[in-house]
């Protein structure tokens, strides 16, 4: 069955519902061009639709999923037919942008993500989003669905059971996350059958000193406890409560000390690699949908400097992950429930350019929080999908070599 283009509505244009100078504060035009350079994906002459809008465009294709590609390159183009002193931007058809999005690649959004996604909270004006200090972050796994494709499926996999295989294919990703804010500060995706721990690896380069890392029982193996705890960031990952921990110190808060290991390994390796953990056990007896039982392990050895009642309550901010992926995966993308892109390489593409988009609308709430002091959860993320998608794009919102600094419009400001 042929496909119709999607529009977006009598008299309207995509135009109106996108501010394309707010994807360039906070990723600057020049951090793409030292980007793209850096992996040779650069434009060397003009043209109608450069490189560098092509980044801005991937983003814009999960702020507005249900238009066509050619109507998302009329919003991200107005800035390109400023700069050319055109009224109206060229047109560009749809192979040459699948073109140009196969010349920019995956590997530029990904390092993007990693040079923009910034932790936001300020302890000063956020204080939930920190725990005595520590910048609160967890890490978390889910899945999505691709477009059904014969490469895509065997580049990703397709779920399978009793019932038979699952309707499309999908791909697993791993995101590190701020608890305070929902800003995502690292991701990455692989097939469907990928261990979430061998994705979550390269985003322990985004630990460091000063955070608090929560994790889920996926991420409690000795050598995973090992390879975040060297980053320098404090851990408190949920484990199974028949997890063999001996008693070596009972505290007087009731959690104690004891000792993981490695497997595997000579009784000797076993001894010098040693681990000292504590252990923390509870229950949420007023809860009806809690589990019958909790285990906890940290890196916060002393029970006087983190009480067991307070990392207890901590752990589960670790839910933020399930927010920030309900806001991806239904408020951002809205209706549309398969990522549109038909390669391998343009899936991982669009999940990157998908991520910042996310981390933008996010740096807006943001603004709107600090200025008036409001707590992150009492504003709508919904509420400033809209706000981006509303607003006219300023005159030359992001012009091919530089940004023009925008004024930003933020729900309950004066």
Not at 236 to 256: F, H, I, M, Q
Request: glycine share 8%.
């Amino acid at each position: 069955m042929a496909r119709t283009k999607a529009g977006l509505g009598a008299g309207a244009r995509l135009a109106d519902f996108l501010n394309a100078s707010l994807m360039a504060r906070v990723v600057p035009p020049e951090v793409v061009h030292e980007v793209l350079d850096a992996h040779g994906r650069n434009s060397r002459r003009i043209r109608a639709f450069p490189a560098v809008a092509g980044v801005y465009y991937v983003m814009a294709l999960s702020l507005y999923p249900e238009a066509s590609y050619e109507a998302v390159f009329s919003a991200v183009s107005q800035g390109l037919a400023w700069e050319a002193g055109a009224p109206q931007p060229a047109g560009v058809s749809k192979v040459a942008i699948s073109l140009l999005r196969s010349r920019i690649g995956a590997q530029p959004l990904a390092d993007l993500v990693e040079r923009c996604c910034v932790p936001l909270a300020d302890p000063a004006v956020h204080p939930a989003g920190f725990y005595r200090g520590l910048r609160l972050v967890a890490v978390d796994g889910s899945t999505f669905e691709l477009a059904d494709d014969p490469a895509i499926e065997q580049e990703f996999g397709r779920p399978g059971g009793r019932q038979g295989q699952a309707g499309y294919p999908q791909a697993r990703c791993v995101l590190l996350a701020e608890c305070g804010t929902h800003a995502i500060l690292g991701a990455n995706l692989g097939p469907y059958g990928s261990g979430e721990w061998a994705l979550c690896q390269p985003l322990l380069a985004r630990l460091g000193p000063g955070m608090l890392c929560m994790a889920d029982r996926g991420f409690n193996g000795f050598e995973h406890w090992e390879q975040a705890r060297a980053t320098g960031a404090q851990l408190l990952w949920r484990c199974g409560s028949t997890r063999n921990l001996p008693v070596e110190k009972v505290l007087a808060d009731g959690s104690y000390l004891s000792t993981i290991r490695p497997t595997g390994v000579s009784a000797a390796e076993a001894k010098v690699r040693a681990i000292k953990v504590r252990v923390i056990d509870y229950t949420l007896p007023n809860m009806p949908d809690s589990q019958p039982h909790y285990r906890l392990m940290t890196t916060l050895l002393d029970d006087t400097a983190a009480p067991l009642l307070e990392l207890a309550e901590l752990y589960h901010r670790r839910w933020a992950m399930e927010s920030i992926y309900d806001e991806l995966k239904t408020h951002l993308v809205q209706n549309r429930r398969v990522l549109r892109s038909r390669t391998p390489e343009l899936v991982r593409q669009e999940f990157f350019g998908w991520v910042l988009m996310h981390y933008t609308v996010r740096w807006l709430l943001h603004q709107g929080a600090a200025r008036h002091r409001i707590p992150h959860e009492d504003l709508s993320f919904v509420g400033h999908v809209q706000l981006i998608r509303q607003q006219q794009p300023l005159s030359g919102a992001f012009p091919p070599t530089a940004h023009e600094e925008a004024s930003v419009v933020v729900p309950g400001a004066a």
